[in-house]
């Protein structure tokens, strides 16, 4: 009887145990399934606004790992908004971090380090097989959308990637951005006619 | 400025996403394995416990600190309130006076009864 007890309790608690294990390891996939989804469009999207690839790749670990740590057992639809908010708060501070750092360069007589630096070129994949006319042609496309996008005001260049590309909602997007939706309206406006400009009609 | 897109804004933006999306493709081969290895590496980290976890952690041994303080700050006035005293009391306690008086104690009594009664 009271062997019967005792393997019935074990059973229940490792029942629950399994049970547990395969909601975490669910919710493991989930994540990964969403991260590796989101994963290059973010590098991308931080690697325009830094215009470093090392600096875009920690920006990227950085907003990966918080939201892992943080808000993983949130619902999967919170996911993309999250991300977002987290990696666009992260640019931002990458952002004052640079500006304090390049006044003190220029205080120490240094400098400033000059973001335009950064090669446009380097962004191209060495593929070294001999592209089509149609692959040069959005390569061309690409670096000359990049270059625009880096000449924009920060706020603008995060609305037109979040809602343009991303296809992130204008709520979602003022939380990610830290702002209002009418600013973000506003944002994203200037943003397309600006870049429309610098881009020109035949592009 | 409108913040209304007219066809052309529209065509551009979708001309623009498809710029974009095709950049994506074209990220180098290393930078899509260090991607690969920085996700595995925050998915293996795990949740890490809530932050009202931490703050009620922090806020709990605060209070035992401060219950602490108190009670070591207080110590010292009890010490002092009631053995200082004590320890003056000694002198008359032990004086030869007094042993006499407990000696004599059933008279003092029988004393203060025959008083009492007049």
Redesign the interface.
Known sequence: MEATALTSAYGASGTIDVCRRAAILDR?RA??RF??GI???A??IAQIATGD?DDA?DL??DA??K????Y??RNEADWKPLFHTILQHRIRDWYRRTKVRNRWRQWLGKGEENPEAYDLLE????TSQPLSDRQLE??R??LA??KALRTLPLRQQQA??LR??EEVDVAETATAMGCSQGSV??H???A??S??KLLGDH? | ?????HQ??EQ??A???Q??N???A????Q??L???Q??????A????RG?WILWASGLAMASVAALTWLVWMKQPALIETHHVPALEDMDLVMSAENVELAEDLEFYHWLADDDATG
């Not at chain 2, 074209?26 to 081969?29: E, L, N, R, T, Y």
């Open positions: 493991t994540l990964d991260l590796a994963e290059r469009r590098f991308r690839a790749m990227v670990q990966m790992l939201l892992v740590q943080r993983s057992t962004a191209v994949a060495d959005l390569k496309a690409n959308i990049e037109f990637l343009a590309w309206k506003t994203y406006s200037r397309v006619h870049l429309r592009w | 400025m409108s913040t209304e897109f052309e804004d551009f933006i001309r623009a996403k710029v974009l095709q950049g994506v074209g990220i180098d081969h930078t899509v260090r991607l690969q920085t996700r595995v590496a925050a998915c980290a795990g949740p890490t932050w």
